[in-house]
């Protein structure tokens, strides 16, 4: 029962986020586009490019939206609106999103296509930079909730949100989640005009709807995670916890989707120079600001 | 029962994988193979409730596997594997010396009296007892550890790096 409602309130979440992409990349505001996007490709043939590496193409587009699922699973919309409340929920979510790179290395590879590979192979570089970025704020928000249970993390903030707690780790971890989405600047893999899609350019029909969706979905899970990480969670008054969590997600999903449409795309040798010669040692400044915060002040 | 049949099947899926890397002539298929084969490992880690260990291995060797893809891309004369290379040598030595092994391994699992097993300990208390074990009997060894690769990080990026002009 939880389970079906939270991927309803995940595919809801997708829908709104389709729109918003819309917004933000044509300057329309289509509340249909989805739906008749969604009904355009399914109506469309689903072309199978020559010598495709057939399972990797098939799997792609599945395996981006089940890694997108499974990181979601871990987060809570509201106490005891939780899939599965690991352990080790915050390291679950980084390992469920590792597989966001895999799910692209295959739809890179699989169509036999020049652009996509060449967009998959840049994921990979990509991951490379940003990896560190997810990990390392992570860490100092788990410093502070002393536990990676995600539930306790939303409850450690309840004196003070993460992001005024530790602003550095989470304009940081917002980049990083930015990245992960391959959202503009670090649209990397799709590059619109330069790679004419890239890992999605030989994907037609229905299984570019997967593709759409998946990459929704994703956009999604990444800003609940960064709510519950950063913003509360489900903290707030008045209103009841999930619409707290549903909100304070949907100002992140917008907020994730304009501020790319200001800056322009990075190119991958600065990204990887910016992510680790300033991002990295930023990351440690943070776990080590935090600790002292945390060991110093609050004790 | 459940539990057995999870890591059994888990079991099955890692050497199945780790048939198909051998098997598969493409070099990304191959080293996607090995990654899954990994993962189902992890995932056997998380049917016998070691959840920690579990999660780090699935996510360590989906980043791992996919760099080394990329390097096997590089260095490979027929990547995709069109052009029908065989890279197998040896064939009959090695599947004797693979037989003999699996059928040693077999017999360990079965002939050795492994004692009484260890009760389950509830995940959050295991993410505890590691972090203390990190933090005091074991700092030394993985403080050496990281230093260690570090330097060889350092050392290899510094022989690599063009003299500047």
Known sequence: MTTAMIILVLLAGAYAVAVLEGWATNGRFQPAGPVLDAVAMLGRESVVTRSSDRIFFEVGPVLLLISALLAAAVLPLAPGLIITDLATGALFVNAALAY?????LMAGWGPDGVYAMVGGWRFLGQLVGYSM???????????????????????????????????????????????????PPFDLPTAPGELAGGVMAEYTGARLAIMRLARAVLVVTLAVTVTVFYMGGWLGPVLPPWAWTLGKSLLVAAAMLFVGRFIP?????????????????LALLNILYVGIVLLVVDS | MLQTIFVGLFGIAAIWFGVVVFTTSSMVRSALALLFSQAAVGAMFLAMQTEFLGVLQIMMMGTEMSIMAIFMVMYMMDPGGLMGMDMTHQKRISQVAGVLGALVVVGIVFLVGWGSIAGSVPPDQQVHGLGIELMERSMLIFETAGITILTAMIATIAVALERRQ
């Open chain 1, 100 to 104: 966001v790179m895999v799910a692209l």
């Open chain 1, 133 to 183: 970025l997810i990990v390392m704020p992570l860490t100092a928000v788990a410093m502070r909730a002393e536990s990676l249970f995600t539930t306790r993390i939303v409850e450690s903030q309840g004196a003070m949100w993460n992001v005024i707690f530790q602003p550095m780790g989470f304009i940081l971890f917002f980049l990083a989640a930015l990245a992960v989405c391959f959202l």
């Open chain 1, 265 to 281: 795309r990075i190119r991958e040798e600065h990204l990887l120079q910016w992510f680790w010669k300033f991002g990295i040692p």
